[in-house]
């Protein structure tokens, strides 16, 4: 094999989270070099695609957000097949809310939009269903809606499971090795991407998944300034009471589920961590990926309201998990969180045209979505636009960089946003 330098590659993808990962296998099945760069090792835990679990659903308030998760349940099944174990975990999504929440009611729109079947529940029919888990007691004007399009997926393992396959097909991948400028290489008629080591690479195309650095990476290389915001955040674990632990199992039924209102409340089904149950806050705190604080679980001191939390684990679980003395573990983690919590994927520009592709502000809501969004970032690097296969399923103006020019929000939302929840 030759040495990296050595190399001119088709494609090189910078940050090896999970879009990065995504992205690099998608591109080194269809044949193309490509070198995969990571600043910190593989697998690391201080961006934002480690852990045990993320959500899957079909129900976003925006309708042009379940098609792109159909497709990626798909492809995370295409991929698992092909490295022999899984990932994905399904199980029903349970979304539960005031009946006049907007959001909510734009949920079942979007759902009736996109032909996804799903059920009411009044109070009565939660308090009865999954296995009488949820209690809506206090909240007489709450509803449930309940689709068959929820799920587990573990990130960790699934992002090794992008890197395998992407090394299997061919890529190459250095981790340790931070890149500190990407520039325009006229003489080679491409670009070169410099390391803080200085190390060179060169190459056609350049793709940068960065997480939460992409807004000071894209600045270091060109002039503008994308509207993301790093946040600190981290997820809480719930002790299940003895001898109820089966019935918050994924085997058992236990569905994905989400809470409309203030403070916006997520969790899954007790998979990783047996006894335990994840119920977390969506949101976190402003901070610099390079100063973390690491207190309060990773999070900040005041980056996720934990009274709120407890209250509303108390209030939906009664006795039966521990909200006086939980959460018993919290896991650190970082959002990169735009306006209107819509993804940013587009051309750099300017001098760099459409060599160089950007992908982030995944919002605290890509994962499930990375199957697909590695499939587009291939695309737009190799081909230049989206292929007939994706072209229909993923709208890209809502995902442009334009949209900050128009409107410093971004996106215009029917439905009361859910930034800083
Ligand atoms: C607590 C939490 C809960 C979440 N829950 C869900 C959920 O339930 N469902 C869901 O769908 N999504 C969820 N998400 C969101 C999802 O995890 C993220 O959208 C996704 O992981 C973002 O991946 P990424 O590859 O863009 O970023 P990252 O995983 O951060 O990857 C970016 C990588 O780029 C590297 N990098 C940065 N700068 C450089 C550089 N200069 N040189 C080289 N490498 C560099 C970084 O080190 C990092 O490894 C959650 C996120 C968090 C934090």
Redesign the pocket.
């Known amino acids: 094999m030759a040495d990296y330098d050595d190399f001119t590659y088709d494609v090189i993808v ?7 990962s995504s992205t690099a296998y998608q591109i080194a099945k269809r044949g193309q070099k490509v070198l995969l ?4 090792d593989f697998l ?1 835990h ?6 045990e ?4 659903r079909v129900t976003y308030p925006e309708d042009y957000y379940p098609k792109m998760v159909l497709h990626s349940e798909k492809l995370w099944q295409e991929a698992e097949s092909e490295v022999g174990y899984k990932v994905y975990f399904k199980t029903p999504q349970f979304d539960m809310g005031p009946k006049d929440s907007k959001s909510l009611q734009a949920v079942i729109s979007s759902c009736r939009k996109n032909s996804i079947p799903f059920r009411i529940l009044d109070h009565d029919d939660e308090v009865k269903g999954f296995c009488g888990k949820f209690h809506l007691g206090d909240h007489e004007d709450w509803i449930g809606v309940v689709n068959e399009h929820g799920g587990v997926i573990k ?1 960790t393992k699934a992002v090794s499971m992008f890197q395998t396959l992407a090394f299997k097909h061919g890529a190459r991948m250095k981790d340790n ?4 400028d990407i520039k325009r290489d006229d003489s080679n008629n491409g670009i070169v991407v410099i390391t803080k080591e200085k190390q060179r690479f060169w190459c056609s195309k350049c793709v940068v ?5 992409m807004q ?2 894209v600045q270091k290389v060109s002039d503008l300034t994308l509207p993301i915001q790093p946040l600190q ?3 809480h674990y719930w002790k299940i009471k003895e001898g109820y632990e089966d019935d918050f199992k994924i085997e058992n039924g236990f569905p994905t589920f989400a809470s409309y209102g203030e403070p916006y409340i ?1 969790g899954t089904p007790s998979l990783e961590f047996p006894g335990l149950i994840k119920v ?1 806050v969506h949101g976190g705190n402003p901070c610099d990926p390079d100063k973390r604080t690491w207190t309060n679980g990773g999070g900040g001191a005041a980056s996720v309201p934990l009274n709120s939390l407890r209250e509303w684990v108390r209030s939906k679980f009664g006795d039966v998990v521990d909200a006086v003395n939980g959460p018993v573990m919290a896991q650190s ?4 969180m735009t306006p209107d919590e819509d993804l940013i994927i587009d051309f750099l520009g300017a001098e760099f045209g459409n060599d160089v592709v950007v ?2 502000g ?9 199957p697909i969004i590695g499939k587009v970032l291939s695309q737009l690097a190799i081909d230049g636009q989206l292929l007939e296969d994706i072209n229909s399923i993923v709208e890209l103006k809502y995902f442009r960089i334009q949209r900050f020019e128009e409107n410093p929000k971004g996106n215009l939302k029917e439905f009361e946003d859910q930034v800083g929840r």
């Open positions: 910078v940050g090896a989270g999970v879009m990065g760069l990571e600043q910190f690391h201080r961006g934002s695609s480690h852990g679990s993320r959500t899957t990130p090795t931070e890149v500190s998944t960065a997480g939460a650095w000071k990476l955040t981290a997820v997520y977390a983690c970082m959002y990169s992908a982030g995944f919002s605290g809501h890509g994962f499930k979505m990375a």
